[in-house]
């Protein structure tokens, strides 16, 4: 590790020079925060779970024509990727409501939507990620009219694709987040997927019981992440072998 460049660092991630020019490695920490980096933890094995199923995610995104930045995984917690361009916007999809919106519209937290729904919020830690309007985002020039139509279809493919597969297995996709980044070919700028997608940043809901399988777990105490999201992780058959054991360890 200490042999790579350090680009940047985020709450649960690092980013390291890659191999390649264009290429990054993304390397999964065990660290959780919620509310704005107020409550903060170390979750053994976290890291391990969320680059594994970033990378099944991505993965099949990626299989069906959705475009992200995700080229292969390293190791237990490492990813290489394109190196994008972050657009500053966080983009949520929900399904039903849930967390803020329920909050901000005094609803019932899993009651559906008539539609899935999509909003946007400025990527700010110090403002809390406020959320935005599209006015705000094109005068701000953050992205075009063009790059919101293409977001809003990358975002909607992504929702299909998410709810279809937890569906799969016996889960409801409630709401996500996803950002999104640029790739320059030349004069020729593509967008994709980038970050991750994990239950990080995804509410997800057992089916037949509710219980929550996500970071909401973490964020109003209701038990054990790393056993959540490796259930969500055995369902998917991306269980990693050993997730909390990953330190060396030394053999005689
Ligand atoms: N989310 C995220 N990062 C953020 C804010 C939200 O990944 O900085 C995800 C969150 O996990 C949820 C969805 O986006 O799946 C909608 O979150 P919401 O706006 O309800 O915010 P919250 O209640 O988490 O503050």
Redesign the pocket.
Known sequence: MARRKKIYEGKAKILYEGPQPGTLVQYFKDDATAFNAEKKATIEGKGVLNNRLSEFFMTGLNQIGVPTHFIERINMREQLIRAVEIIPL?V?V?NYA????AKRLGMEEGQQLPRPIIEF?YKDDALG?PLVPEEYIIAFGWASQQDLDDIVALALRVNDFMAGVMYGVGIKL????IEIGRIYDGDFMRLVVADEISP????LWDIKTGQKL??DVF?RDLGNLTDAYTEVARRLGVMPANVTNTKPTLIN
């Open positions: 966080e949520i929900r849930a967390g803020s919106m919020s990620d409630i709401d996500f987040k990080d940043s995804c509410r996500d970071k964020r």
